[in-house]
């Protein structure tokens, strides 16, 4: 009950008091007395409640009554009967005008409200969510947790590193599809893979804030987001470069270089060895496990990449089988023999021996191990020695890369064999493809023909392969014992004078083993003048210094 102190008021109060009557029974009556002077305006007591309300036709004819809850009578003469009657005479309900402004105050304090929701504060929230139901599927301190665990922190990295900057002190309800287009547009132009990685979370955190609010939040990533993207688009893919990959005939000197007793015990380089001999990618061959390996009599054999090592997850199994040769297969025996002479339980064809308890607890190396093997060990031990090894294409500057080394010289190798009889190709593309693992870019997206391609032949491919990419390290064995002796290199270059002249007629004569291996290693010191020159040529003393103070950092 509102406390009455206006003396109108208490005159008010007591005439309706009198007109109600003090008979007890009357206690609850209701009664109500027009005000003289204010057209329309009544005072009514409930009880012991005094209030006033003012009656009023509205615009169709009926009447209702407007009151005027908590306001005293100077309150409602001053200001709200005024104002009420400006609302009828201009033929609007004061009711509903009432309810309008609430609705506005109420707006106008939820407004407020949202933005102080920034898109960091969404964020966070949903990066706790997300790492709360990823960590849920596995068991707390073991293997596939602490893989989960890293790989979602690198996917957060990325987001944190190029958008969060952007958008953190952003409220989330201001946020548009032109907004997005401002920041996304520059990375996709530049960037390309990398706006794509941020592209997705971004996806993510809009759809899981709108089904937290119930829908009361729409995200803004709309049809008009992907159509104003489309330019920036096709700029960062016509910007994308394939990693740097060697001529592949100066491979073998490369890989004899990356064979050398320097890195005799250096794990990140035999994996690099070995991605260079499967034509493999590096994730598949750093997480080989032993159990997934098998080994034929004569050496050959296969291992089966298991889906969540592969880069596509989906992948059948024939597109998950790597064949290799008797190389790899002899190579694969001795490295068993040592880890079994040194570990009490082997896992991982190549285990992380940079950890303490790789013995007992085997892990497999991680993945930045052989990009930073290349860079900050390789390429440097070469440049100091005076070799830069760079991309076949001279338009294309920095070092060759792991991926591209083993799988795109594999590719190059293998399309430009020729039969030396009939001169025609000597593996078919379908052969090539299946190598590396590729499906038909049909709409069936299926293996390569297995019926066009039988296991003889890959076992075939890959021992050629694995012949070629030793064959300078072999060709070396034989000549440098014999270079100081003038009869036996005076006899293999009169055989090869003899051969080029019969060439030249249209003949063709089967060299000798020796001859085919001093070939092999005069095109090895051509491969070794080029990457000098390249050294000269392309700043190698500067890129030097540039990756030796990487390497200290």
């Known amino acids: 009950m509102r406390a009455i102190s206006d003396p109108n008021e208490l005159k008010i109060l007591t005439s309706l ?44 004819g009926k009447k209702t009554d407007r009151v005027y809850k908590g306001l005293s009578l100077s309150q409602i003469t001053s200001s709200a009967l005024p104002y009420d009657r400006e609302l009828i005479a201009k033929g609007l309900d004061p009711i509903e005008e009432q309810k309008k402004a609430r609705q506005q105050v109420a707006k106008l304090a939820e407004d407020n409200k949202k933005q102080k929701i920034t898109f960091e504060d969404v964020y966070l929230q949903w990066k706790g969510y997300t790492q709360k139901k990823t960590l849920s599927k596995y068991d707390v301190s073991t293997e596939e947790s602490y893989k989960a665990l890293r790989d979602m922190n690198r996917y957060f990295h990325v987001f944190e590193k190029h958008i969060l900057p952007s958008l953190a002190k952003t409220p989330i309800y201001s946020i548009t599809s032109y907004h997005l287009t401002e920041i996304f547009a ?30 009361e939040f729409k995200t803004p990533i709309t049809s008009s987001f992907a159509i104003n993207l489309r330019d920036s688009r096709k700029e960062g893919i016509g910007k994308t470069k394939n990693f740097n990959a060697p001529d592949y005939r100066a491979l073998p000197v490369i890989f004899g270089h990356l064979n050398s007793d320097r890195y005799e015990n250096n794990t990140s380089a ?6 260079i001999l499967t034509a493999c990618r590096g994730q598949a ?14 050496y050959t054999g296969y291992f089966i990449i298991p889906k969540e090592d592969n880069k596509i997850k989906d992948a059948p199994k024939e597109l998950r089988t790597v064949y290799f040769g008797s190389m790899v297969g002899a190579l694969l025996t001795n490295l068993k023999d040592k880890q079994i002479a040194l570990a009490p339980a082997i896992k991982y064809v190549f285990p992380n021996k940079y950890r303490k308890d790789w013995a007992e607890n085997p892990k497999p190396l991680g993945e930045n191990a052989i990009n930073t093997f290349m860079r900050k060990t390789f390429h440097v031990n070469e440049l100091k020695e005076g070799y830069f090894w760079k991309d076949a294409d001279n338009e294309k500057d920095g070092l060759i890369h792991t991926h591209a080394t083993s799988r795109a010289c594999f590719q190059t190798w293998a399309l430009e064999q020729k039969d030396p009889k009939t001169g025609l190709p000597r593996y078919s593309k379908e ?114 210094r540039k990756l030796k103070e990487q390497k200290e950092k």
């Not at 520059?186 to 759809?207: Q, R, V, W």
């Open 270 to 275: 035999l994996v690099t060895q070995f991605c």
């Open 17 to 60: 008091k009198q007109k109600r009557g003090y008979n007890p029974q009357n206690k609850d009556k209701i009664v109500k007395l027009q005000l003289s002077g204010y057209k329309g305006l009544y005072a009514e007591l409930r009880g012991e409640n005094l209030r006033f309300f003012l009656r009023y036709t509205k615009a169709n």
């Open 186 to 215: 520059p990375l996709y132009s530049e960037h390309y893979a990398t706006a794509n990685k941020c592209a997705t979370p971004l996806g993510d955190i809009f759809s899981w804030y709108e089904r937290e609010t119930k829908g």
């Open 431 to 544: 052969l090539t493809e299946a190598c590396l693992l590729h499906a038909k870019a049909d709409q069936y997206k299926g293996a390569y023909d297995r019926s066009r391609v039988s296991e003889e032949e890959l076992y075939r491919i890959k021992g050629d392969w694995e012949e070629y990419i030793f064959s300078y390290e072999l060709a070396c064995s034989k000549i440098l014992p014999v270079l100081d002796n003038p009869i036996a290199m005076g006899n293999l270059r009169d055989e090869e004078s003899e051969i080029e002249q019969l060439e030249k007629q249209g003949q063709s004569i089967q060299e000798s083993e020796d001859l085919k291996s001093y070939r092999i290693y005069e095109r090895g010191l051509v491969a070794l003048m080029k990457a000098r020159d390249d050294f000269k040529k392309y700043g190698g003393e500067e890129l030097l």
């Open 285 to 298: 061959i750093r997480k080989l496990q032993w159990e997934n390996v098998h080994l034929n009599d004569d």
